[in-house]
């Protein structure tokens, strides 16, 4: 018989709560498949194609939004629902500015979750009730702000960034990203030159900051 239900992808690197995800949405949907860092999140949505990805904020290799911004680019028609334990208005703001349908905190209940994708696949917008709304919508409506400090590093520059601040060395960030270590260390440079750091804990603390690392 052929599927005619959503097809939803889900990207957590806590592997208990997304295979709880798809046990809940599963009888309701098509869960697709599950990942578990951002660039397998990247990968496995331009080969599945999913009408729905339901994905952390905060994931190991790449960050939940640079992921989500990197799908939408090659599938625009995707619906982005985040579900974190992030409640930061900033970032929630973020996650709408780079394409995100719905924001949904991990203390949400299973019908929430479900109302959710529910809504998002008829075109509306979600976000868990207990966020503050009036701020995220102030924040939402900066984008000149914060589109020009995003820009501050290019997609490639993010992606170094990230894989340098969990630790990982020169030579396993090429690997990971099929560059040479000579090329990983000319984007750390031109990354400190950017943004006028000199050590490593303040590229570290740039990551934090710019939600690029989850704290």
Do not use: W
Not at 47 to 61: N, Y
Not at 121 to 136: A, C, D, N, V
Not at 171 to 200: C, D, P, Q, S
């Amino acid at each position: 018989m052929l599927e005619t239900r959503p097809r939803i992808l889900i990207a957590d690197d806590h592997i208990f709560l997304a295979e709880l995800c798809k046990r809940l949405l599963d009888a309701e949907f098509h869960v697709i498949g599950i990942v578990t860092d951002g660039r397998a999140m990247v990968r496995e949505a331009a080969r599945l194609e999913p009408d729905v990805i339901l994905a952390d904020v905060g994931m190991p290799i790449l960050n939940g939004l640079d992921a989500g911004q990197q799908v939408k680019k090659s599938l625009p028609s995707v619906k982005l629902l985040y579900l974190s334990m992030k409640n930061d208005p900033e970032i929630v703001a973020e996650a709408f500015r780079r394409g995100a349908s719905g924001y949904m905190l991990k203390t949400c209940t299973s019908s929430q979750l479900v109302v959710a994708v529910r809504d998002i696949l008829r075109g509306k917008t979600y976000m868990s009730p207990t966020l503050p709304r009036e701020t995220i919508g102030f924040l939402r409506r900066q984008n000149a702000t914060v589109a020009k400090d995003a820009e501050r590093l290019t997609e490639r520059q993010r992606e170094v960034l990230q894989l340098l601040a969990e630790g990982k060395v020169m030579k396993e960030v090429g690997a990971i990203l099929n560059m040479t270590t000579r090329t990983v260390a000319f984007h750390k440079y031109r990354m400190m030159e950017r943004l006028g750091v000199t050590t490593n804990a303040e590229l570290v603390r740039y990551a934090v900051e710019s939600h690029i690392l989850a704290a």
